[in-house]
């Protein structure tokens, strides 16, 4: 990553939930479907937060299908959400590294075949 000076200052996080797909490798359960990502990613915006995302997903082997953009802390604040301690620290950490934080992985399943009753 290179050094951008004072633009650091601008940089602002956002909370995404990115759905991703099955893709050899990928890390996910043999029986998983694919998988909701909760992730805090630095930005300029919201756009470049998920542009980072995206690719970053994309290097560590995973298939990014959809991604879903919850703002900025300050922004969630405003719509009432509920911020814990721990996901405030996970922000603050995504900002001063300039960082994706994955902070949360749930693996989709099939439903059960109900063609077995």
Excluded: W
Excluded at 32 to 48: F, K, Q
């Amino acid at each position: 990553m290179t050094d951008r000076g004072n633009s650091s200052s601008r940089q602002q996080v956002y909370t995404l939930l990115v759905e991703v797909g099955r893709k050899p490798g990928d890390g996910l359960p043999e029986q998983a479907t694919g998988a909701a990502l909760m992730c805090y990613a630095s930005g300029i915006d919201e756009a470049e937060a998920v542009r980072e995302t995206v690719a970053l997903l994309k290097r560590a082997g995973m298939a990014p299908l959809d991604v879903s953009g919850y703002g900025t802390l300050e922004e969630r604040l405003d719509a009432g959400h509920d911020i814990a301690p721990e996901e405030r620290a996970l922000m603050e950490r995504a900002l001063k590294e300039n960082a994706v934080i994955v902070a949360q992985v749930t693996p989709f399943h099939a439903p059960p075949d109900k063609a077995r009753d």
